[in-house]
Protein backbone atom coordinates (compact mmCIF):
# COMPACT_ATOMS: atom_id res chain seq x y z
CA UNK A 1 0.00 0.00 0.00
CA UNK A 2 1.39 3.95 -1.06
CA UNK A 3 1.31 5.69 2.33
CA UNK A 4 0.65 8.89 1.22
CA UNK A 5 0.38 10.08 4.71
CA UNK A 6 3.16 9.06 7.41
CA UNK A 7 2.41 9.15 11.51
CA UNK A 8 6.25 10.07 11.38
CA UNK A 9 6.01 13.03 9.80
CA UNK A 10 3.78 14.87 11.91
CA UNK A 11 4.51 16.44 15.29
CA UNK A 12 1.56 15.88 17.32
CA UNK A 13 -0.76 12.74 17.16
CA UNK A 14 -3.17 11.29 19.91
CA UNK A 15 -2.90 7.44 19.06
CA UNK A 16 -5.80 5.49 19.75
CA UNK A 17 -7.89 7.11 22.77
CA UNK A 18 -9.78 5.11 24.51
CA UNK A 19 -12.95 5.41 24.14
CA UNK A 20 -13.61 7.43 27.51
CA UNK A 21 -11.18 9.76 26.29
CA UNK A 22 -12.71 10.46 23.32
CA UNK A 23 -16.22 11.21 24.88
CA UNK A 24 -14.07 13.82 26.63
CA UNK A 25 -12.56 15.36 23.94
CA UNK A 26 -16.11 15.47 22.43
CA UNK A 27 -17.84 16.38 25.18
CA UNK A 28 -17.34 20.46 24.53
CA UNK A 29 -18.95 20.35 21.11
CA UNK A 30 -21.94 18.51 22.01
CA UNK A 31 -25.01 18.35 23.99
CA UNK A 32 -26.03 15.88 26.70
CA UNK A 33 -29.67 14.31 25.84
CA UNK A 34 -32.19 12.99 28.55
CA UNK A 35 -30.69 9.93 28.30
CA UNK A 36 -27.32 11.23 28.36
CA UNK A 37 -25.81 10.69 25.81
CA UNK A 38 -24.21 13.24 23.48
CA UNK A 39 -25.56 14.93 20.70
CA UNK A 40 -23.53 17.15 17.80
CA UNK A 41 -24.54 19.37 15.10
CA UNK A 42 -22.92 19.55 12.05
CA UNK A 43 -22.29 21.92 9.73
CA UNK A 44 -23.02 19.77 6.64
CA UNK A 45 -25.47 17.60 6.73
CA UNK A 46 -25.41 14.85 4.16
CA UNK A 47 -22.87 13.39 2.27
CA UNK A 48 -21.41 15.17 -0.91
CA UNK A 49 -21.57 13.23 -3.31
CA UNK A 50 -21.08 15.65 -6.31
CA UNK A 51 -17.86 16.79 -4.85
CA UNK A 52 -16.34 13.04 -4.19
CA UNK A 53 -13.72 11.87 -7.23
CA UNK A 54 -12.02 8.75 -7.44
CA UNK A 55 -8.33 8.54 -8.68
CA UNK A 56 -9.06 8.08 -12.31
CA UNK A 57 -5.99 5.37 -12.69
CA UNK A 58 -8.94 2.76 -13.00
CA UNK A 59 -11.68 2.39 -15.48
CA UNK A 60 -14.69 4.21 -13.66
CA UNK A 61 -18.44 3.80 -13.91
CA UNK A 62 -21.02 5.59 -15.43
CA UNK A 63 -22.29 7.62 -12.15
CA UNK A 64 -18.79 8.10 -10.69
CA UNK A 65 -16.42 11.25 -11.02
CA UNK A 66 -12.67 11.34 -11.86
CA UNK A 67 -9.44 12.93 -10.90
CA UNK A 68 -6.40 13.12 -12.55
CA UNK A 69 -3.46 11.45 -9.98
CA UNK A 70 -1.36 14.80 -10.91
CA UNK A 71 -4.20 16.96 -9.38
CA UNK A 72 -5.31 14.74 -6.57
CA UNK A 73 -1.63 14.62 -5.88
CA UNK A 74 -1.26 18.35 -5.65
CA UNK A 75 -4.11 19.10 -3.02
CA UNK A 76 -2.82 15.99 -1.02
CA UNK A 77 0.31 17.28 -0.70
CA UNK A 78 -1.55 20.68 0.11
CA UNK A 79 -2.87 18.93 3.25
CA UNK A 80 -0.34 17.42 4.33
CA UNK A 81 1.94 20.10 4.67
CA UNK A 82 -1.17 22.06 6.55
CA UNK A 83 -1.57 18.86 9.11
CA UNK A 84 2.67 19.02 9.94
CA UNK A 85 1.62 21.04 12.72
CA UNK A 86 -1.35 20.57 13.80
CA UNK A 87 -2.46 18.24 16.90
CA UNK A 88 -4.02 15.20 15.00
CA UNK A 89 -5.94 11.89 15.86
CA UNK A 90 -5.33 8.28 14.86
CA UNK A 91 -7.73 5.53 15.79
CA UNK A 92 -7.39 2.13 14.42
CA UNK A 93 -10.63 -0.26 13.97
CA UNK A 94 -11.30 -3.41 12.38
CA UNK A 95 -14.28 -4.29 9.89
CA UNK A 96 -15.53 -7.65 10.00
CA UNK A 97 -14.68 -10.98 11.78
CA UNK A 98 -14.30 -13.06 9.03
CA UNK A 99 -10.85 -14.42 8.23
CA UNK A 100 -11.22 -13.36 4.79
CA UNK A 101 -13.33 -10.39 4.66
CA UNK A 102 -12.20 -8.25 7.25
CA UNK A 103 -9.61 -4.98 7.04
CA UNK A 104 -7.60 -3.09 9.36
CA UNK A 105 -8.80 0.48 9.33
CA UNK A 106 -7.27 3.59 10.12
CA UNK A 107 -8.56 6.82 10.33
CA UNK A 108 -6.71 10.15 11.27
CA UNK A 109 -8.67 13.03 11.93
CA UNK A 110 -8.09 16.75 12.81
CA UNK A 111 -8.30 16.85 17.21
CA UNK A 112 -10.87 19.74 17.61
CA UNK A 113 -13.19 17.67 15.34
CA UNK A 114 -12.67 14.40 17.99
CA UNK A 115 -16.77 14.16 17.74
CA UNK A 116 -16.25 12.00 14.31
CA UNK A 117 -13.80 9.92 15.60
CA UNK A 118 -15.42 8.76 18.85
CA UNK A 119 -18.95 8.17 16.36
CA UNK A 120 -16.45 6.16 14.21
CA UNK A 121 -14.82 4.20 17.36
CA UNK A 122 -18.93 3.25 18.22
CA UNK A 123 -18.98 1.52 14.48
CA UNK A 124 -16.32 -0.95 14.36
CA UNK A 125 -14.44 -3.21 16.25
CA UNK A 126 -11.40 -3.10 18.53
CA UNK A 127 -8.25 -3.70 16.24
CA UNK A 128 -6.20 -6.52 16.25
CA UNK A 129 -3.30 -5.31 14.26
CA UNK A 130 -2.50 -1.81 14.61
CA UNK A 131 0.56 -1.45 12.39
CA UNK A 132 -0.43 -2.44 9.03
CA UNK A 133 -3.57 -0.83 7.98
CA UNK A 134 -5.45 -2.41 5.05
CA UNK A 135 -7.56 0.96 4.70
CA UNK A 136 -6.76 4.35 5.40
CA UNK A 137 -8.98 8.24 5.95
CA UNK A 138 -7.80 11.48 6.07
CA UNK A 139 -10.34 13.39 7.76
CA UNK A 140 -9.63 17.24 7.74
CA UNK A 141 -12.84 19.17 7.86
CA UNK A 142 -12.21 22.41 8.59
CA UNK A 143 -10.21 22.42 5.05
CA UNK A 144 -11.30 25.08 2.66
CA UNK A 145 -12.00 23.05 0.09
CA UNK A 146 -14.86 20.60 0.13
CA UNK A 147 -13.44 17.40 -1.97
CA UNK A 148 -13.17 13.92 -1.25
CA UNK A 149 -10.79 11.89 -2.80
CA UNK A 150 -10.31 8.30 -3.03
CA UNK A 151 -7.59 6.52 -3.97
CA UNK A 152 -8.36 2.54 -4.72
CA UNK A 153 -5.49 1.06 -4.94
CA UNK A 154 -3.91 2.56 -2.26
CA UNK A 155 -7.04 2.15 0.12
CA UNK A 156 -6.71 5.94 1.31
CA UNK A 157 -9.73 8.40 0.89
CA UNK A 158 -9.08 12.49 1.89
CA UNK A 159 -12.01 13.68 3.22
CA UNK A 160 -11.90 17.73 3.67
CA UNK A 161 -14.05 20.43 3.80
CA UNK A 162 -16.83 18.76 5.24
CA UNK A 163 -17.71 17.65 8.87
CA UNK A 164 -20.82 14.85 8.22
CA UNK A 165 -20.06 11.83 10.50
CA UNK A 166 -21.31 9.67 7.46
CA UNK A 167 -18.16 10.89 5.01
CA UNK A 168 -16.02 8.60 7.25
CA UNK A 169 -18.11 5.78 7.86
CA UNK A 170 -18.89 5.32 4.26
CA UNK A 171 -14.96 5.91 3.31
CA UNK A 172 -14.13 3.19 4.85
CA UNK A 173 -17.46 0.98 3.57
CA UNK A 174 -16.76 1.76 -0.07
CA UNK A 175 -12.97 1.21 -0.14
CA UNK A 176 -13.61 -2.16 1.53
CA UNK A 177 -15.75 -3.05 -1.23
CA UNK A 178 -14.02 -2.29 -3.99
CA UNK A 179 -11.20 -4.93 -1.89
CA UNK A 180 -13.86 -7.50 -1.86
CA UNK A 181 -14.88 -7.23 -5.59
CA UNK A 182 -10.89 -7.36 -6.42
CA UNK A 183 -11.19 -10.76 -4.47
CA UNK A 184 -13.92 -12.42 -6.34
CA UNK A 185 -16.57 -11.18 -3.98
CA UNK A 186 -19.16 -9.26 -3.74
CA UNK A 187 -19.41 -6.03 -1.47
CA UNK A 188 -23.26 -5.18 -1.20
CA UNK A 189 -25.03 -2.05 0.19
CA UNK A 190 -27.53 -4.01 2.07
CA UNK A 191 -28.68 -5.48 5.82
CA UNK A 192 -28.74 -8.98 6.94
CA UNK A 193 -30.68 -11.52 9.16
CA UNK A 194 -31.99 -14.92 9.43
CA UNK A 195 -35.48 -15.54 9.63
CA UNK A 196 -35.94 -19.09 11.83
CA UNK A 197 -39.42 -20.20 11.15
CA UNK A 198 -41.73 -22.98 10.61
CA UNK A 199 -41.94 -23.54 6.67
CA UNK A 200 -45.16 -24.97 5.80
CA UNK A 201 -44.54 -28.64 6.74
CA UNK A 202 -43.92 -27.73 10.47
CA UNK A 203 -39.99 -27.92 10.04
CA UNK A 204 -38.67 -25.47 11.80
CA UNK A 205 -35.08 -23.49 10.02
CA UNK A 206 -33.20 -20.78 9.23
CA UNK A 207 -33.90 -18.54 6.18
CA UNK A 208 -31.14 -16.27 5.29
CA UNK A 209 -32.35 -12.72 4.48
CA UNK A 210 -30.60 -9.66 2.84
CA UNK A 211 -32.02 -6.35 2.05
CA UNK A 212 -30.72 -3.97 -0.82
CA UNK A 213 -32.46 -0.62 -0.37
CA UNK A 214 -31.30 3.15 -0.12
CA UNK A 215 -31.22 5.27 2.93
CA UNK A 216 -34.91 5.63 3.94
CA UNK A 217 -36.71 3.79 2.32
CA UNK A 218 -37.06 1.13 4.87
CA UNK A 219 -34.03 -1.03 5.00
CA UNK A 220 -32.90 -0.53 8.64
CA UNK A 221 -36.52 -0.93 9.62
CA UNK A 222 -36.86 -4.15 7.86
CA UNK A 223 -33.74 -5.61 9.03
CA UNK A 224 -34.19 -4.91 12.61
CA UNK A 225 -37.75 -6.19 12.56
CA UNK A 226 -39.14 -8.79 14.80
CA UNK A 227 -42.05 -9.92 12.02
CA UNK A 228 -44.45 -10.69 15.14
CA UNK A 229 -42.54 -14.16 15.56
CA UNK A 230 -42.90 -16.09 18.59
CA UNK A 231 -41.69 -18.95 20.48
CA UNK A 232 -39.25 -21.06 18.53
CA UNK A 233 -39.65 -19.00 15.53
CA UNK A 234 -37.37 -15.23 15.69
CA UNK A 235 -35.83 -13.02 13.96
CA UNK A 236 -31.74 -12.42 14.06
CA UNK A 237 -30.21 -9.72 13.43
CA UNK A 238 -26.61 -9.87 11.52
CA UNK A 239 -25.91 -6.29 10.13
CA UNK A 240 -27.81 -2.78 9.09
CA UNK A 241 -25.57 -1.58 6.44
CA UNK A 242 -23.26 -3.13 4.45
CA UNK A 243 -21.91 -6.70 3.61
CA UNK A 244 -19.51 -8.91 1.77
CA UNK A 245 -20.83 -11.76 0.03
CA UNK A 246 -18.60 -14.86 -1.72
CA UNK A 247 -19.47 -17.30 -4.53
CA UNK A 248 -21.22 -19.69 -2.98
CA UNK A 249 -23.66 -16.97 -0.86
CA UNK A 250 -21.70 -16.64 2.38
CA UNK A 251 -22.37 -12.85 3.74
CA UNK A 252 -19.85 -11.66 6.04
CA UNK A 253 -20.30 -8.78 8.02
CA UNK A 254 -18.43 -5.69 8.55
CA UNK A 255 -19.95 -3.62 11.27
CA UNK A 256 -20.51 -3.56 14.86
CA UNK A 257 -23.14 -0.11 14.77
CA UNK A 258 -26.09 0.92 13.25
CA UNK A 259 -25.90 4.36 11.71
CA UNK A 260 -30.14 4.92 12.09
CA UNK A 261 -32.38 8.25 10.76
CA UNK A 262 -34.16 9.35 13.37
CA UNK A 263 -36.48 10.87 12.01
CA UNK A 264 -40.03 10.35 13.26
CA UNK A 265 -38.30 7.93 15.72
CA UNK A 266 -41.11 6.74 18.41
CA UNK A 267 -41.86 4.06 20.83
CA UNK A 268 -43.88 2.03 18.46
CA UNK A 269 -40.52 1.32 16.78
CA UNK A 270 -39.53 -0.77 19.98
CA UNK A 271 -35.98 -2.13 18.83
CA UNK A 272 -34.45 0.86 17.51
CA UNK A 273 -36.03 3.63 20.12
CA UNK A 274 -34.68 1.19 23.34
CA UNK A 275 -31.46 1.27 21.56
CA UNK A 276 -31.42 5.02 20.38
CA UNK A 277 -32.35 6.01 23.97
CA UNK A 278 -29.20 4.40 25.44
CA UNK A 279 -26.74 6.35 27.09
CA UNK A 280 -24.39 5.03 24.70
CA UNK A 281 -26.12 6.22 21.30
CA UNK A 282 -24.77 9.45 19.66
CA UNK A 283 -26.45 11.80 18.02
CA UNK A 284 -26.19 13.78 14.98
CA UNK A 285 -28.34 16.96 13.59
CA UNK A 286 -31.29 15.50 15.85
CA UNK A 287 -33.09 18.49 17.50
CA UNK A 288 -32.73 18.31 21.42
CA UNK A 289 -34.26 21.43 23.74
CA UNK A 290 -32.21 23.46 26.41
CA UNK A 291 -33.19 20.44 28.96
CA UNK A 292 -32.00 17.95 27.21
CA UNK A 293 -35.19 17.25 25.68
CA UNK A 294 -34.74 14.64 22.47
CA UNK A 295 -37.52 15.17 19.25
CA UNK A 296 -37.03 13.30 16.86
CA UNK A 297 -40.41 14.67 15.05
CA UNK A 298 -38.62 17.60 14.78
CA UNK A 299 -36.92 18.54 11.05
CA UNK A 300 -36.19 22.13 11.48
CA UNK A 301 -32.45 20.83 11.87
CA UNK A 302 -32.24 18.43 9.12
CA UNK A 303 -34.58 16.02 7.36
CA UNK A 304 -31.31 13.76 7.84
CA UNK A 305 -31.18 13.31 11.45
CA UNK A 306 -29.23 10.08 12.59
CA UNK A 307 -27.49 8.04 15.39
CA UNK A 308 -24.91 5.64 16.09
CA UNK A 309 -26.21 2.85 18.08
CA UNK A 310 -24.43 -0.37 19.72
CA UNK A 311 -24.96 -3.64 17.49
CA UNK A 312 -25.13 -5.39 20.91
CA UNK A 313 -28.08 -3.00 22.19
CA UNK A 314 -30.42 -3.97 19.68
CA UNK A 315 -32.66 -7.15 20.76
CA UNK A 316 -32.36 -10.05 18.72
CA UNK A 317 -28.84 -10.05 17.94
CA UNK A 318 -26.30 -12.27 18.42
CA UNK A 319 -22.64 -12.99 18.54
CA UNK A 320 -22.33 -13.49 15.04
CA UNK A 321 -22.57 -10.87 12.34
CA UNK A 322 -21.84 -13.16 9.18
CA UNK A 323 -24.77 -15.13 7.58
CA UNK A 324 -24.70 -18.21 6.18
CA UNK A 325 -26.30 -18.02 3.23
CA UNK A 326 -28.54 -15.35 1.90
CA UNK A 327 -31.15 -17.73 1.03
CA UNK A 328 -33.84 -14.89 -0.31
CA UNK A 329 -32.30 -11.47 -2.03
CA UNK A 330 -35.15 -8.37 -1.18
CA UNK A 331 -34.85 -5.45 -3.44
CA UNK A 332 -36.29 -2.63 -1.36
CA UNK A 333 -37.97 -0.08 -3.90
CA UNK A 334 -40.44 2.97 -2.82
CA UNK A 335 -43.11 3.37 -5.53
CA UNK A 336 -46.67 4.75 -5.70
CA UNK A 337 -48.16 3.55 -8.83
CA UNK A 338 -47.79 -0.43 -10.74
CA UNK A 339 -45.42 -1.72 -8.18
CA UNK A 340 -47.13 -4.23 -6.44
CA UNK A 341 -46.18 -5.16 -2.58
CA UNK A 342 -43.79 -8.41 -3.50
CA UNK A 343 -42.72 -9.70 -6.97
CA UNK A 344 -40.62 -13.27 -7.45
CA UNK A 345 -37.78 -12.88 -9.57
CA UNK A 346 -36.05 -14.68 -12.20
CA UNK A 347 -32.14 -14.89 -11.67
CA UNK A 348 -31.89 -12.86 -14.81
CA UNK A 349 -34.72 -10.33 -13.63
CA UNK A 350 -32.77 -9.49 -9.98
CA UNK A 351 -29.48 -8.79 -11.87
CA UNK A 352 -31.73 -6.77 -13.93
CA UNK A 353 -33.58 -5.04 -11.24
CA UNK A 354 -30.17 -5.14 -9.15
CA UNK A 355 -28.64 -2.62 -11.96
CA UNK A 356 -31.97 -0.89 -11.95
CA UNK A 357 -31.77 0.14 -8.02
CA UNK A 358 -35.22 1.57 -8.29
CA UNK A 359 -36.26 3.78 -5.57
CA UNK A 360 -36.84 7.22 -4.72
CA UNK A 361 -34.11 9.93 -3.35
CA UNK A 362 -33.90 10.32 0.31
CA UNK A 363 -32.64 13.35 2.92
CA UNK A 364 -29.56 11.06 3.51
CA UNK A 365 -28.32 11.19 -0.38
CA UNK A 366 -29.90 14.79 -1.86
CA UNK A 367 -32.00 16.50 0.69
CA UNK A 368 -32.68 19.10 -2.29
CA UNK A 369 -34.64 15.90 -4.65
CA UNK A 370 -35.96 14.19 -1.64
CA UNK A 371 -39.11 11.90 -2.51
CA UNK A 372 -38.23 11.95 -6.70
CA UNK A 373 -37.76 9.25 -8.54
CA UNK A 374 -34.02 7.55 -8.12
CA UNK A 375 -31.86 4.82 -9.87
CA UNK A 376 -28.64 3.82 -8.32
CA UNK A 377 -26.95 0.37 -9.29
CA UNK A 378 -27.73 -2.30 -6.34
CA UNK A 379 -29.05 0.63 -4.52
CA UNK A 380 -25.14 1.24 -3.71
CA UNK A 381 -24.04 5.03 -4.49
CA UNK A 382 -20.78 3.70 -3.13
CA UNK A 383 -19.63 1.55 -5.98
CA UNK A 384 -15.93 2.05 -7.78
CA UNK A 385 -15.32 0.81 -11.31
CA UNK A 386 -17.96 -0.51 -13.74
CA UNK A 387 -21.22 -1.18 -12.30
CA UNK A 388 -22.27 -4.22 -14.96
CA UNK A 389 -19.47 -5.80 -13.64
CA UNK A 390 -21.16 -5.87 -10.51
CA UNK A 391 -24.51 -6.93 -11.74
CA UNK A 392 -22.81 -10.01 -14.16
CA UNK A 393 -20.98 -11.20 -10.72
CA UNK A 394 -24.40 -11.56 -8.66
CA UNK A 395 -25.85 -12.57 -11.79
CA UNK A 396 -23.14 -15.37 -11.47
CA UNK A 397 -23.66 -16.06 -8.07
CA UNK A 398 -27.43 -16.44 -8.06
CA UNK A 399 -27.05 -19.26 -11.45
CA UNK A 400 -24.75 -21.34 -9.14
CA UNK A 401 -26.70 -21.22 -6.11
CA UNK A 402 -30.45 -21.85 -7.70
CA UNK A 403 -31.11 -21.88 -3.55
CA UNK A 404 -31.06 -18.44 -3.39
CA UNK A 405 -34.39 -16.79 -4.47
CA UNK A 406 -34.74 -12.94 -5.09
CA UNK A 407 -38.19 -10.61 -4.85
CA UNK A 408 -39.00 -6.76 -5.23
CA UNK A 409 -40.52 -5.56 -1.99
CA UNK A 410 -42.23 -2.29 -3.03
CA UNK A 411 -42.59 -0.27 0.36
CA UNK A 412 -44.24 2.87 -1.15
CA UNK A 413 -47.88 2.49 -2.38
CA UNK A 414 -49.82 1.18 -4.92
CA UNK A 415 -52.62 2.93 -7.24
CA UNK A 416 -51.15 7.05 -7.06
CA UNK A 417 -53.13 8.75 -9.43
CA UNK A 418 -53.71 12.71 -9.62
CA UNK A 419 -56.95 11.87 -7.55
CA UNK A 420 -55.51 9.50 -5.36
CA UNK A 421 -52.35 9.08 -3.36
CA UNK A 422 -52.12 5.40 -3.84
CA UNK A 423 -52.84 2.92 -1.23
CA UNK A 424 -50.33 2.45 1.56
CA UNK A 425 -47.81 -0.33 1.71
CA UNK A 426 -47.80 -0.57 5.39
CA UNK A 427 -44.68 -1.82 7.70
CA UNK A 428 -47.02 -4.63 8.78
CA UNK A 429 -47.29 -5.63 5.29
CA UNK A 430 -43.87 -5.86 4.39
CA UNK A 431 -42.61 -7.45 7.66
CA UNK A 432 -45.84 -9.82 6.96
CA UNK A 433 -44.78 -10.77 3.37
CA UNK A 434 -40.81 -11.82 3.94
CA UNK A 435 -42.68 -13.69 6.84
CA UNK A 436 -44.85 -15.83 4.72
CA UNK A 437 -41.30 -15.96 2.14
CA UNK A 438 -39.47 -17.70 4.74
CA UNK A 439 -42.10 -20.06 5.37
CA UNK A 440 -42.66 -20.78 1.71
CA UNK A 441 -46.48 -20.62 2.12
CA UNK A 442 -47.33 -17.73 -0.60
CA UNK A 443 -49.02 -18.69 -3.86
CA UNK A 444 -47.26 -16.97 -6.71
CA UNK A 445 -49.05 -16.69 -10.81
CA UNK A 446 -47.66 -14.65 -13.30
CA UNK A 447 -47.93 -11.67 -14.25
CA UNK A 448 -48.68 -11.43 -18.09
CA UNK A 449 -46.96 -7.51 -18.54
CA UNK A 450 -43.56 -8.30 -16.54
CA UNK A 451 -42.83 -12.07 -16.60
CA UNK A 452 -42.10 -12.26 -12.86
CA UNK A 453 -44.21 -13.50 -10.05
CA UNK A 454 -47.02 -12.03 -8.31
CA UNK A 455 -48.95 -13.43 -4.85
CA UNK A 456 -52.05 -14.77 -5.32
CA UNK A 457 -52.67 -15.01 -2.03
CA UNK A 458 -50.55 -14.11 1.24
CA UNK A 459 -51.80 -15.34 4.99
CA UNK A 460 -53.09 -12.68 6.68
CA UNK A 461 -53.30 -10.21 3.93
CA UNK A 462 -56.39 -9.19 1.49
CA UNK A 463 -53.80 -8.82 -1.30
CA UNK A 464 -56.42 -7.57 -3.73
CA UNK A 465 -56.07 -4.47 -1.71
CA UNK A 466 -53.07 -4.25 -2.99
CA UNK A 467 -53.19 -5.22 -6.58
CA UNK A 468 -52.33 -1.79 -8.83
CA UNK A 469 -54.25 -2.78 -11.96
CA UNK A 470 -57.85 -1.96 -9.76
CA UNK A 471 -56.97 1.49 -9.42
CA UNK A 472 -56.43 2.38 -13.01
CA UNK A 473 -58.62 1.72 -16.77
CA UNK A 474 -56.73 -0.92 -18.71
CA UNK A 475 -55.23 2.02 -20.55
CA UNK A 476 -54.20 4.21 -17.65
CA UNK A 477 -52.01 1.03 -16.69
CA UNK A 478 -50.59 -0.01 -20.07
CA UNK A 479 -49.59 3.30 -20.55
CA UNK A 480 -48.12 3.22 -17.19
CA UNK A 481 -46.63 -0.21 -17.76
CA UNK A 482 -44.54 1.02 -21.22
CA UNK A 483 -43.43 4.25 -19.88
CA UNK A 484 -41.28 2.58 -17.45
CA UNK A 485 -40.21 -0.02 -19.42
CA UNK A 486 -39.30 2.79 -21.58
CA UNK A 487 -37.64 4.16 -18.41
CA UNK A 488 -35.82 1.59 -17.54
CA UNK A 489 -34.45 0.43 -20.68
CA UNK A 490 -33.00 3.84 -21.02
CA UNK A 491 -31.10 3.74 -17.90
CA UNK A 492 -29.99 0.20 -19.07
CA UNK A 493 -28.93 1.38 -22.49
CA UNK A 494 -26.02 3.69 -20.05
CA UNK A 495 -24.14 0.47 -19.24
CA UNK A 496 -21.67 -1.00 -21.40
CA UNK A 497 -21.01 -4.38 -21.81
CA UNK A 498 -24.24 -4.81 -19.93
CA UNK A 499 -25.54 -8.47 -20.94
CA UNK A 500 -28.41 -8.09 -23.31
CA UNK A 501 -30.06 -11.13 -21.42
CA UNK A 502 -30.30 -8.90 -18.46
CA UNK A 503 -31.68 -6.11 -20.60
CA UNK A 504 -34.24 -7.94 -22.50
CA UNK A 505 -35.55 -9.52 -18.52
CA UNK A 506 -38.03 -6.68 -18.08
CA UNK A 507 -39.08 -5.82 -22.08
Same mark, same amino acid.
Given at each position: ?103 ? =? ?10 ? @? ?10 ? *? ?45 ? @? ?120 ? *? ?26 ? @? ?48 ? =? ?89 ? *? ?28 ? *? ?10
Amino acid at each position: MLYLFRDNAFNNMLINPTKKELEILSKDEGIVTEFDSLCFITNVRSRSAKNTFVVDDIPLGVDQQGISRKEADKIVNQVNNYLMNKELIRLDKKMGMHNKFSFN =CRLYITKEYSRI @AYMWNNSLFAPD *NINHPDIVSVYVPEWPEKIILIYPEEGVTYILGTDYFGEAKKSFLRM @AMYKVKKMGGLGLHAGSKVLRVKDKNGTLKDVGFIMFGLSGTGKTTLTIHDHNLKGEEKAIIRQDDVIFMDINGYCAGSENGFFIKTEGLNESQTVLYKAATSPNAIFENVKVYENGKVDFL *NTELTSNGRGIVLREEIDNTDDSIDLEK @AHKLIFITRRNDIIPPVAKLTASQAATFFMLGESIETSAGDPTKAGQSKR =CVGTNPFIIGPEAEEGHRLYRILKQNPDMECYILNTGRVGKSNSFEGEKITIEVSTTIMREIARDTIKWEVDKDWGYLVPKSVNGLDMDKY *NPRKYYTEIEYKALVNKLKDERIEWLSRFE *NLDIQLVNSIA
